[in-house]
């Protein structure tokens, strides 16, 4: 089957598990507006939502009814980018700020007066509304992300959609998304292999006074041979006792015995990995060589546990339970891992939590993550990317999971 083929069976897929849902809820139409659902949904990876960080600039409708296309709306300048070849799809326009003009009458037709000085999300929900009335669901029960969208929008929203039931649909799209299709979980492969190989690349260069900034730039240069995956989600990688989270990266020299850190995410066609690796600049102490050790037994005990129909909370007990016994008896995590896929965020629900009731199902893609924080010590962290399947679950990485000393 070619890429086309199969990118095409990821949208019948997701349309059919998405009408299901709808007949459930007894929905006539879902709403995406956030930027990884409308491009879920629509196959368009919006400029403007993902590049600009714009809220409630797009929407991707989708109809219960087989029989109706997925409506992209969206203004006329970015609607201009949109691929012909997503065939499930049909498009329609409101203006924006910027002019398109048609001197060569290819398209036809053009909005008259002024233009708006900004993006008008009135405009939007107004395109909305048309569409509903024509497909007759003007008044039916539609599912938005609401508790994502700004208030002013959400009023705008209710002040145009006023006969139609709105109902919040978050819970809907994690529904989902957290089962992958084919097309899913190849590019899931492509951005895990490609987050090894910037680690395995910057690991070459680590020496005593290599600091957190000149680690990141190699792991960029690593990533540039990469065509696919030479856009890094994020790179949180630090060095000896620092372990916060940083925007701007550390500048201190690493010295002999230091951790370093990588938590690492690569982009491959809007599908993030999430992987984590820990080394130590010459011998570890005695003290890193006990909390990896005890990471290390929590994290093998979730590969091999964890399974179609267990459920996440007994993996989060039962990993808990040895990485205590293990050597680290008053650990303490909210979770220890999430699924993955197009958040950018990198962690989407559900989450392996002590409450967490979902069970594993085959064609999940979910992170195990073991991660540990300490003062005078930094950040030691493994963390493994696997595809569910029908006996138990396939690690997508092959960076040993060893604490390697360079």
């Avoid at 006329?76 to 997503?86: I, P, Q, T, Y």
């Avoid at 690492?264 to 080394?279: H, K, M, P, Q």
């Avoid at 129909?309 to 008896?329: K, N, T, W």
């Avoid at 008053?330 to 896929?341: V, W």
Wanted: aromatic residues 8%.
């Amino acid at each position: 089957m070619s890429q086309r083929q199969q990118h095409e069976q990821h949208f019948n897929t997701i349309a059919t598990r998405a009408r299901a849902i709808m007949e459930q809820e007894n929905l006539d139409a879902i709403v995406a507006s956030t930027c990884e659902n409308f491009y879920y949904l629509s196959g368009h990876p919006s400029t403007f939502m993902y590049t600009l960080r714009m809220s409630e600039v797009a929407l991707a409708v989708m109809f219960r009814d087989p029989s109706r296309k997925t409506v992209i709306i969206m203004n006329d300048f970015e609607a201009a980018g949109v691929s012909s070849e997503l065939t499930h799809c049909e498009l329609r326009t409101y203006p924006t700020w910027v002019d398109v003009d048609d001197p060569l009458g290819l398209r036809g037709g053009k909005y008259e007066g002024k233009r708006p000085m900004a993006h008008q999300a009135v405009e939007m929900f107004g395109v909305l509304q048309a569409t509903l009335a024509e497909f007759g669901v003007e008044k039916g029960r539609i599912g938005l992300e609401i508790d994502a969208m700004r208030f002013a929008a959400v009023q705008a929203l209710r002040q145009v959609l006023q006969h139609a039931e709105l109902l919040e649909a978050n819970g809907i799209f994690n529904a989902l998304r957290v089962i992958k299709t084919p097309w899913e979980i190849d590019q899931l492969r492509k951005a895990c292999a490609y987050a090894e190989a910037g680690i395995t690349h910057a690991i070459q260069g680590i020496r005593e006074g290599s600091t957190a900034e000149d680690i990141v730039h190699a792991f960029r240069l690593g990533l540039m041979g990469q065509v696919m995956g030479s856009v890094p989600r994020f790179h949180m990688i630090s060095v000896g006792a620092e372990f916060a989270p940083a925007h701007i990266f550390d500048t201190r020299p690493a010295v002999q015995g230091d951790v370093i850190k990588f938590d690492v995410g690569i982009d491959v066609n809007g599908y993030g990995s999430d992987i984590a690796r820990t080394f130590v600049l010459g011998a570890p102490s005695d003290e890193v060589k006990r909390i990896y050790g005890a990471l290390r037994a929590g994290h093998d005990n979730l590969l091999e546990r964890i399974g179609p129909d267990m459920p996440m909370q007994q993996a989060f007990h039962e990993a808990m339970s040895v990485i205590r016994s293990s050597g680290l008896p008053n650990y303490n995590r909210g979770h220890l891992g999430h699924s993955a896929g197009l958040s950018l965020a990198a962690e989407e629900a559900p989450f392996i939590g002590p409450s967490e009731g979902t069970l594993f199902r085959p064609g999940m893609v979910v992170c195990l993550e073991t991660p540990y924080y300490g003062y005078g010590i930094g950040a030691i962290m493994i963390e493994d990317m696997v595809l569910i399947t029908e006996n138990g679950c396939e690690r997508l990485n092959t960076l040993s999971r060893d604490l390697i000393s360079l």
